[in-house]
Each structure stands twice: as C-alpha cells, then as structure tokens.
C-alpha cells in the first residue's frame, strides 16, 4: 500500500509524452485558459472568410446579419462557429465562450432569457470593470437571476426593478413589476439595446457575435413549436441593430427550423452544409493536437496511433469527427502499451479492429433494449445485404415486420443513442409529408463489424 502513495496513477498517454487524451471530442474553446484552445483549429479557411465577410460587411453601428452552420453531427460546426467568434474577437466584437444553449423544452421566453445570460456573459468577459455598474447591465443581471431560478412556466410573485420603456439612458426608469407580469420575450428586445448601447460607449466594440448552437435540441419531435420560437424572436432579436447571429445545428434541424417559416428564412444567409474535413486536415488536426500536449517539451510526441489507421477508421465514420475521435480514445485505453513489438509503438489498424467491435457492441447492449440491439442488427444486415445506405421507418417496419408505430419508436430509440442520423427527407406517392431517411452511424457500423 505504502509503495503506491506519492506515485501518480497509471497514464497511458505518458508512454508517448503526452500530458493527456489528443483525442478529446469537445469542441474547440475560443477565450483565455480555454482547456482546449482554438489554436488547435485547422483547415475552413474559404467557411471562416465567408462568415467574416458577412458580419463585417453588415455595416456599423446598426448593422445586423444572421448566418447558419449546418452539417452532420460531429462534423465540426461549433469548432467552426468558435473560430468565427475568436477571429471576429480580434477585431472588437464581443462574445461569449460558451454558447447559448437549447434545451429541450425550451420556449420563446425561456430562450429569450438564455440570450440575454449569453449577452451578460459576453460584455462581462470583455469589461467587467467598465460595465458592471452600468444600470442596462445590472437589469440585465437581475432579470437573469429572477428568471433562472424560478421555473419559467410556474407563478411567479417575486418583485424586481426593470428599465421603463422609454429607453433613453437619461430617462431610464426603474419599475417595480412582477416577473408573472413581464414575458422575457416582450422585454428582450428592450433589454439588448441596453447592451448594445453599452457594448458601443464603455467597450468600443462595433457588434456582439451571438453563438446558437444545438439547434436539435429544441427540435427533436418538436420543429414546428422550435420554427414558432425563432419567429417570436425574429423582431425583437434576430433583427436587433449590432447583434450577428450564429446558429449552429444538424442539417435537417437548421433546415425544420430556421427554413421552416417565410419570415424566418428570408433573414438568414444560407451557406452550404459544413464538408468534413480531408483526411489530411485530420492528421494536420491530430499533429496539432500531438504537439500541444506534449509532456516533455523539450521531446517530440509520439502518435499512438499510426496515421493510416487513424485515416481508415475516419472512413468508416463517413466524416464524423467526433465519433471518430471517441473510437480512438477508446482503443487506446484498451491497447496502448500492449500492442505491437514495444509499449510504445502505435496502434494499427488491424489493432483497432481487435478491440473496437467488441466495445461497440457492448455499448449497443448497454444502451438499448434488447428489442432496439436486435433491431439494429436487422438493419445493419439488411443495408448491407441490399446494398443501401439509408433506410425509412417503412422500410424499417417491413424488414422488422413490425407495426408502424413500433418502427418508428425504435427508430427513434437508435437515432437519439447515436447509432443512427436523420441522413434526408424524401417526398413519397401519397404521403402529405416529405418522410425522413435514416443512415446508421460508425458506431453502428462497428457494432457489427461492418468495415
Ligand atoms: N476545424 C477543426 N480543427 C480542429 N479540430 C476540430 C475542427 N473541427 C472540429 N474539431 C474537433 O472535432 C471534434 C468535433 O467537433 P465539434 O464539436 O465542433 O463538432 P460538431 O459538428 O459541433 O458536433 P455535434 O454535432 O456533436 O455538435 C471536437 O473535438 C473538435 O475539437
Ligand atoms: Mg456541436
């Protein structure tokens, strides 16, 4: 017992000198001491340019603009929209680390109040001193606290002093009202004028870079309530003087959403869906990645996993930069340091299949009933067998023969475990509705030792 205390835990990166994980999956972070950094962005120069081109040429002061970054889920789209804030930060505009984020029941007040915590967040990021006794800054602060504490759809009694209309920062009164009595959506727009206007006097900052992202949590089941809420907000918000909106979502959700409504579609900048990156951006990615984290810097990293492997499996991922990094975290925590002829070599690709069908299928059985795993399979084989890269929940019910109600539960028990996406909608003989097609993901694909 003694021997082991003062002695750090077993690091299997360290064998590669290496501080820790080069395959983490969150996204990149711009602001300070971000844990992992936007330096380590590669490649989207012509997406990046674009993004730029459009907040900067909106015009100032009162310029707005509104952009979206769709793609597959783990493609790389809020790395992206992290970069355009870093890059748009180099010229003063003001933003927040972190996004504002959706949840699932989120309504028009709730995601009006989410935007005003990002807002609060961002001017103080870049200000505190010269702000924080502003008077537009501290409604906002209270505002926040009244309404994130109480639940947004219970009564609420509790009393707080809010800007008058008026506006003016010279005639600004402070109200008593009830949070019961004021919708966050009515009052937002008021309150991020407020912002801007300090945003522009104590910060010099020409615009705020708002960051939307996981457009999908607000739309699984529920894109119509989710297009209603971005309608509600499109006066008071989208179209505010001095704010550039980012938002950040899977295809099919930017497309149910924001596409969705005439007067929310007509506002925003469509660019095309986000590629995944080339194969050698990856590996640039990884370099990077390799060099950064380096635990003796005086020492090259060594890759613990042999570039060619690394390609392979990305293929089997179809470009899902997450899923694939998750794949090579965990083979290395099960191989590194025992395969090959030393500790120290990298993992092949033949070592990676040795070891990650046989976790895919446990996460399979730990993830869905059994009724889901088996169904799963079915698919898998079918595809395969029928040479077809994505399937409906009617072809889904004819080859479980199934109801259609039990087809599509289970369906969406795959889909919302990652075993598979929404891959396009097709419009069919006599359906009032285009219906969705689905792909299995590479975590399916490994599963079932389909590669
Ligand atoms: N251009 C890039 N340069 C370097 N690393 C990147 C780049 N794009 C993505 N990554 C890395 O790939 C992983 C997935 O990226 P990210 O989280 O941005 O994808 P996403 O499309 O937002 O995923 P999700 O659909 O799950 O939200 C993260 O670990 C991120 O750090
Ligand atoms: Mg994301």
Not at 112 to 121: E, F, K, M, S
Not at 246 to 258: C, D, F, P, W, Y
Not at 359 to 366: D, G, I
Request: glycine share 8%; proline share 4%; hydrophobic share 45%.
């Amino acid at each position: 017992m003694d021997q082991i205390e003062g002695r750090a835990l077993p690091n299997v990166w360290a064998l590669h000198n290496l501080r820790g994980s080069p395959f983490f999956q969150e996204a990149l972070q711009s602001g300070e001491g971000a844990q992992h950094p936007i330096d380590l962005f590669v490649g989207r120069v012509v997406q990046l340019r674009r993004h730029l081109a459009v907040i900067g040429s909106a015009g100032t002061p009162g310029g707005s603009s509104r952009q979206v970054i769709s793609g597959r889920p783990g493609v790389g789209k809020s790395s992206l929209a992290q970069a355009v804030k870093a890059r748009a930060a180099e010229h003063g505009y003001l933003s927040s680390p972190e996004a504002v984020a959706l949840g699932h029941e989120d309504d028009t007040d709730a995601v009006a109040v989410r935007i005003l915590d990002y807002l609060y967040q961002a001017i103080m990021a870049r200000g505190r001193a010269k702000v924080e006794h502003e008077s537009a800054v501290e409604d906002v602060r209270q505002f926040i606290r009244v309404f994130r504490v109480n639940n947004l759809s219970g009564g609420l009694s509790i009393g707080m002093p809010l800007i008058g209309t008026a506006g003016a920062s010279a005639g600004r009164v402070k109200t008593f009202i009830t949070p019961a009595a004021v919708r966050p959506a009515v009052v937002v727009g008021e309150l991020m004028r407020g912002i801007m206007e300090v945003a522009r006097a104590k910060l010099s900052a020409p615009g705020v870079v708002i960051h939307v992202n996981n457009l999908e949590n607000i739309t699984d089941e529920r894109a119509e309530s989710a297009a209603r809420v971005l309608r509600d907000l499109r006066d008071p918000c989208l179209l505010a003087g001095g704010f550039h909106w980012l938002l950040v979502g899977t295809t099919q959700a930017i497309r149910s959403v924001a596409g969705a409504a005439e007067q929310v579609r007509t506002v925003f900048n469509f660019a095309p869906e986000l590629e995944p990156l080339t194969a050698e951006e990856l590996i640039h990615l990884l370099t990077r990645r390799y060099r950064a984290l380096r635990a003796d810097a005086k020492r090259p990293a060594r890759a613990p996993v042999a570039d060619v492997a690394v390609v392979t499996l990305y293929r089997v991922f179809h470009g899902d930069l997450r899923g694939t990094l998750a794949a090579l975290d965990s083979a290395s925590h099960e191989l590194l340091g025992y395969a090959g002829d030393s500790p120290r070599a990298p993992l092949t690709f033949d070592d990676l299949r040795s070891v990650l069908p046989g976790l895919y299928a446990e996460r399979v059985r730990s993830l869905l009933s059994p009724e889901a795993g088996d169904s799963l399979k079915t698919i898998a084989v079918t595809l395969r067998k029928s040479r077809m890269e994505s399937f409906s929940r009617r072809d889904a019910q004819e080859w479980l023969s199934v109801g259609q109600a039990t087809a599509s539960r289970l369906v969406s028990e795959l889909a919302s475990n990652g075993f598979a996406i929404e891959s396009g909608k097709e419009r069919t003989e006599g359906a009032k509705r285009p219906t969705s097609r689905y792909a299995l993901t590479g975590a399916a694909r490994l599963a079932f030792g389909d590669f």
